[in-house]
């Protein structure tokens, strides 16, 4: 069995580097909306295993407080006129890339990330909050419609700001996720009340620091740290909105809490995505692709692949190829660009990789490379595991794993190909490779998922924020991105104004010759090609 090589690291792992001394830490934790004797939580390093954070704990009164200050907030915020938002969410971006060195710093200490994958978040923010500063206007200016009746009828579609924006945000992107959805709800003009996973709320802090040094207003942007099982309640109670990131058990019973409530949810959840590598892909760009598309944050990805399906004709040479820079990643902590693969995040998810491929192993499933922990490394090191054998009877087959494993299946022919693909529950993301682009995209127009990248893992579709980006199915409901990701965050409000002649018939025209007017109107409407 041939393993990944192994940068060499103290048994301690690196320590933390000069920008995170104990007063950043302590100012970013203070930043949290708790009482001043909260009770606290500590969080440890991912690379080493020693404390890292002592936050305090929010309970159900200080998120209803914070909620009635961002109450008040939000209407001088609404006020702002758009372009003024949008200035800040320009200062924002302007800060958050001259500042990145913290922030990586920070996303490594906390999450376990490798510095080049917490690099793809920092141009993640750079992308969205520029995107919004820039087009917020456009999709939030009011639209004239088609009225009932041309000329009679003035139609206008007006846009309002849903209120104070609940956003729940997960640990694995801890930047990206935390930022980039409350970017587009305070574009439209709302309050956001954030609980970012008590884990890596640092970097969100860190964020929302840096938006209010941008000018945001006071209140505009809080934050909550907790269970869910202690302040999900609260939050779901006082919300007008609820966006959602992490896993489908919780985005279902989100779901069906903002049912109860009647509130718009949106809900980013977990995948099972899958790769095709057709028999006309250049296959050493494939592989290449298949190491970027199943490994990055130690495969702690949303959008990352965990399910490898590959033409018949070409899964030899394609395996040779993947298996060699598989077997070439170097993993280990460092807080530099060196490493091309990190460490978990936290026990659990050890605990659950170990298990999926145990699980696997145990029932005959076989290992190509990886396929052990690595606590030589750090306590929550796992090897890159590409799997071969898979059934349907192992867990990993079916169930999102979230670590760095893949499985391979082969395929005879593209129908093959997509309905192996399609057999899922999810429906996230998935990639295609072709030298064909033509044909790459009709095979992804066939996969069941929210985003397909052709020749591309995952960061195409990710990056083209101007496109929705969501998922199918068991992966969620609601998109971000695009004109979906910030009018979600709007209530749609018609005003229509009635000029010169109503729908009642003047008081001189009998009910039977007025519904022969109209009847002859609305001929003479379709005649004329109005839509
Ligand atoms: P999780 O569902 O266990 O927890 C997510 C968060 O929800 C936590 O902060 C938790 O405290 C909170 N929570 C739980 N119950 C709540 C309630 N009733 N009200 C409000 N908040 C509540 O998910 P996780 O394991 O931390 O995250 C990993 C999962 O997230 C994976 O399945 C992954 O695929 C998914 N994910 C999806 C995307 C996406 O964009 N689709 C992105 C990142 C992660």
Redesign the pocket.
Known sequence: MATAQARPATARGPRLPATLTPHVLQRLAGRVSAAPDAARVTTSAPYTGVPLADLPVSTPADVEDAFARARTAQKTWAATPVAERGKILLRYHDLVLARQEEVLDLMQAENGKTRRDAFLEVVDIGIVSRYYARNAAKYLAPKRRRGAFPLLTHATEVRHPKGVVAV?S????PLS?AASDTIAALAAGNAVLQ????QTALTALWSMELMYEAGLPENVWQMVTG???SI??A??DNADYMM????????R??AS?AGRRLIGASL????KNPMIVLDDADIEKAAAGAVAACFPSAGQ???SVERLYVADSVRDRFLDAFLARTRKLAIGAAYDYGVDVGSLTTPAQLKTVTEHVDDAVAKGATVLAGGRARPDLGPLFYEPTVLTDVTPDMTLHSH?T?GPVVSVYTFQDVDDAVEQANATAYG?NASVWSRDGRRGRAVAARVHAGTVNVNEAFAAAWGSVDAPM??MGD??LGR?HGAEGILKYTEPQTIAHQRVQGFTPPSRISPETWAALLTGALKALKALGVR
């Open positions: 729940v997960p640990w694995n992107y996720m609980k970012p996973d008590t269970r869910g099982s999900g309640g939050l779901m959602f990131t992490g896993s489908t058990a919780t985005g019973q989100i809490d980013e959840l977990g995948g990805l949303c959008v999102e979230f996230l969501g998922g992966s969620g971000r």
